[in-house]
């Protein structure tokens, strides 16, 4: 086991076991994941199977409210699906975009990076450009135009849940791309001019083999402080266009589809529908900006 002693060993795990805060975030964020990821075997329902649901189950408020029904704990919505059965189902489609998504923009803008800064010239120039460009729109109002452009191109009788799901993703991988590429040009900037990269060249290493054998492993902390926080906004950006409609389909239950279905029905006294699935949604990407943090000061050698 000396792949497992040198990680108890490490710094960065010591770091770890000497920060509530991440210890805390981490068991929250284990706990959400966990639940989605076993969904179909923890969550007392299905919300997908149409034959179970009975409309007269519709509205019922959580176990502990006058009208509770102890089979559903933090009651039902409009179909008369289980609240908490549908926030686990649901957390997995946001969880899945948020990851997919974060992975794209991750490898799209780490390549354009590393590409810029090591080559230099007209082409650095033209991809930091095109970064500033997008950098001076909010990332939101991007996977908004992103994802209507898609779909007006995309014939209607192709429009389902899993080209849904990948126009959502594509559309907010291309919105935060910029940021990793940004963050990779200026470290491989400093890198390329070192003496080992020198040292490739004058031996003959192709270039394309120096950036992914030498720069490539020496840029990569940054983006990995940085992914882990995305994936908090990606889900948040999920969340805001599923909200607006313009997400998932609204049969696929995520956590925004939840939050935008029960804001219809906030007024009319059944606060379970937006209040539950809000939460859900705050912990998760509170839990995931945390271990971020952590993460960020773990890995920063002046803090050490």
Known sequence: MPAFTRLIESDLFYSFRNSPVAI?????????????????????????????????NSFIPPIWSEGGNPSFLLGTDDQGRDVLSTILYGSRISLLVGL????LAMLLGVALGLLSGYAGGRLDAFIMRVADIQLSFPAILIA??????????????????????????????????????????????VEKNKEYVQAAR?????????????????????????????????IITEATLSFLGVGVPPTTPSLGTMINTGNNFLYSGEWWLVIFPGTA??????????IGDWLRDALNPKLR
């Not at 981490?26 to 329902?45: E, M, Q």
């Not at 997919?100 to 992975?103: E, G, P």
């Not at 290493?205 to 906004?233: K, Q, S, Y």
């Open 24 to 56: 805390g975030a981490s068991l929250v964020a284990l706990l959400l994941i966990g639940g989605a990821a076993f969904a179909p075997w923890v969550a007392p329902h299905n919300p997908f199977d149409l034959a179970s649901l009975d409309l007269m």
């Open 100 to 103: 997919a998504s974060v992975l």
């Open 144 to 189: 908004l135009l992103i994802d209507g452009v898609a779909r007006a191109l995309l014939p209607r009788e192709a429009h389902n849940e899993f080209l849904a799901l990948g126009v959502l993703i594509g559309s907010i991988g291309l919105a935060n791309w910029f940021q990793y590429a940004r963050t990779v040009r200026g470290s491989t900037l």
């Open 202 to 234: 004058v031996i003959g290493v192709p270039p394309f083999a120096t950036m992914l054998r030498h720069v490539l492993p020496n840029v990569t902390g940054p983006v990995l402080v940085i992914g882990t926080i995305n994936v908090a906004t990606a």
């Open 281 to 290: 949604l705050v912990l998760l990407c509170m839990s995931v900006n945390l």
